[in-house]
Structure formats: structure tokens, C-alpha cells
């Protein structure tokens, strides 16, 4: 029997019950209404193969190859692998892969033009300690704004990159750095359900246009202290056969980064863009 189970306050629910391979579009509505909801969706318990994985994701939107080519996988370029080959040739551990996503608080894909709708994760080995993941809703972060910040940034914009001021590109190939900031409205407004988000990466943003150099960076300062809202937060302990996917147009998340570092971490990860916008891509 299918169950829908909240998970926080005002993020995170759980799907239990359910095999995706078999699931159809009448069964698929209510969860995906459900991840609409609650900005992280989980289903738990699932044993798939990659193209299984790809065909469930496939649901949610357009799946993409993620720009870091180093790490995806050999024979399905929409895979990256999570965890994979952590340790160089000499034995030293490559904190790149191993800290993958746990440098800070962010949302994928604010490098692009048009950036990720959503990142779904599948768990295939887990640590015996540590390797949470952290969710927050922008949701909570937009409504926690002053008025003021709401009024001074309502149509403004702004310019993010890979590897934002700090240029951490270590993952991306060298023919993929450097490559023109793109720009995106700091509040956004979610394109399915109308509700208004603080979209917002501090490792990503590169400045707010329309204001002064120092202006720029207070305001980027401040808003950092909004992100993160007490009861916006859902954090996810894995379980191997775990889904999880997330709303990048309405949340943020980091890695916890605390696992033991010779045990195993990995999953299959597909970035996803909606349909239109790909379509859009595609043309140009």
C-alpha cells in the first residue's frame, strides 16, 4: 500500500510502498503533487537498473548530462556518479569527489542559462556513519525576508558562474571554464505552483545587478543569513535503494561531508530541466 508521509515542517516527504518501475501516470500524480508540496521528495526501497532509473526520472522533466564530464558515467552520459574513484593513483584522498557538494549551501545549476529544475539522487552504497544530506526550502527563506529586502530585490537580478567568486572549477574540464556568468532573478517565482522563492547559491553568485560593488556584496552578505530557516530544514539519512529528488527552483541543500572516507558513498545522480525550457535549449 502506498504512503505519503511528511517529513518536516515545511520540506521533505516520504513515498513508501511504491515500485517505480510499475508505477503509472494516474499513481505517479499524487506523488509528484506531493513533491510539488514539500520541495524533496524520498521513495524508498527501490532496486533499479540505470535504465529504470533514467525512465522514473525522465518523469519529472528533461534529463541532462551535468557539465562536470569527468564524473559521469562511461556508457550513460545522463549519469553522473556520486563517490566514485575518491582516491588518485598515489592513494590521497580527492576532496573534490569526496566533499562533492558539502563546501556549503546551494542549488544546482544557477551556472546555466537556464538552469536545473530538479537533481534526483539514488543511493547504491552508504556509509556506516554520516553522508546525510541537508535540505532547506527558499520558500521559508523568501517569506523570512524583511520588507525592505523583498521591495529592494523584486525584478532583480543576479550574475552566477560554476565556480562563483572563488572559481572552484576542479571538476569541470578546462574547455568548460570561464564561460559567460548567466543571469537569474533573485526572486524567483516557482513556474508550477506560483510561489515566490529566494533563489540564492552564495558559492555561485558572483554579484547583484543594478547595484554598487559594496552594495552588492552586503546585500549577497545578508542574505546568506535568510537561507537557511529552522523549521525549512529536512535532513536525509540514506538508506541504499533511497530516491530522492529536489526542487532546485525552490530549496537548497549541501552534503553533510562527514563519512569515513575508506568506506563507500555512491550514487547515481541526473540533473533535470523542465520540458519546455529544454525544448527551448534544443532550438537554440
Known amino acids: 500500500m502506498v504512503q505519503i508521509r511528511q517529513m ?23 506523488i509528484y503533487q506531493a513533491w510539488l508540496d ?3 521528495l524520498v521513495v524508498t526501497g527501490q532496486e533499479l537498473t540505470i535504465p529504470e532509473f533514467l525512465r522514473y526520472s525522465r518523469r519529472f522533466g528533461h534529463v541532462t548530462p551535468h557539465p562536470s564530464k569527468s564524473t559521469r558515467h562511461p556508457e550513460y552520459p545522463d549519469i553522473t556518479l556520486l563517490g566514485v574513484n575518491k582516491f588518485n593513483p598515489d592513494g590521497e584522498l580527492n576532496k ?20 536545473f529544475k530538479a537533481t534526483q539522487l539514488y543511493a547504491l552504497a552508504i556509509p556506516d ?23 529592494r530585490l523584486d525584478g532583480v537580478n543576479g550574475a552566477f558562474s560554476y565556480g562563483g567568486k572563488r572559481k572552484t572549477q576542479a571538476l569541470l574540464n578546462p574547455e568548460d571554464r570561464d564561460v559567460p556568468p548567466a543571469i537569474h532573478p533573485i526572486v524567483r517565482t516557482h513556474s508550477e505552483t506560483g510561489r515566490k522563492s529566494l533563489y540564492f547559491d552564495p558559492g ?7 547595484a554598487e560593488r559594496a552594495e552588492s556584496d552586503d546585500l549577497i552578505a545578508e542574505l546568506v543569513t535568510y537561507m537557511i530557516q529552522p523549521d525549512g530544514q ?17 530549496s ?4 553533510a561531508g562527514d563519512y569515513p572516507p575508506e568506506q563507500d558513498r555512491i550514487h547515481w545522480r541526473v540533473s533535470i530541466q523542465e520540458f519546455a525550457q529544454a525544448g527551448r535549449l534544443a532550438a537554440e
Open 8 to 30: 518536516g515542517p515545511q520540506i521533505g516527504v516520504e513515498v513508501s510502498g511504491v515500485d517505480v518501475r510499475t508505477l503509472d501516470d494516474a499513481g505517479f500524480a499524487p
Open 38 to 40: 514539500h520541495n524533496v
Open 96 to 115: 573534490s569527489i569526496y566533499r562533492r557538494g558539502a563546501e556549503g549551501w546551494h542549488t544546482d545549476g544557477a551556472y546555466d542559462p537556464i538552469p
Open 129 to 151: 556513519t554520516g553522508g546525510d544530506t541537508l535540505f532547506a526550502s527558499g520558500y521559508a527563506a523568501y517569506e523570512a525576508l524583511p520588507a525592505r529586502l523583498k521591495a
Open 204 to 210: 555561485k553568485i558572483l554579484s547583484i545587478e543594478g
Open 234 to 250: 529536512y535532513r536525509h539519512k540514506w538508506h541504499v535503494g533511497d530516491i530522492v529528488i529536489w526542487d532546485n527552483r525552490c
Open 252 to 255: 537548497y541543500h549541501k552534503a
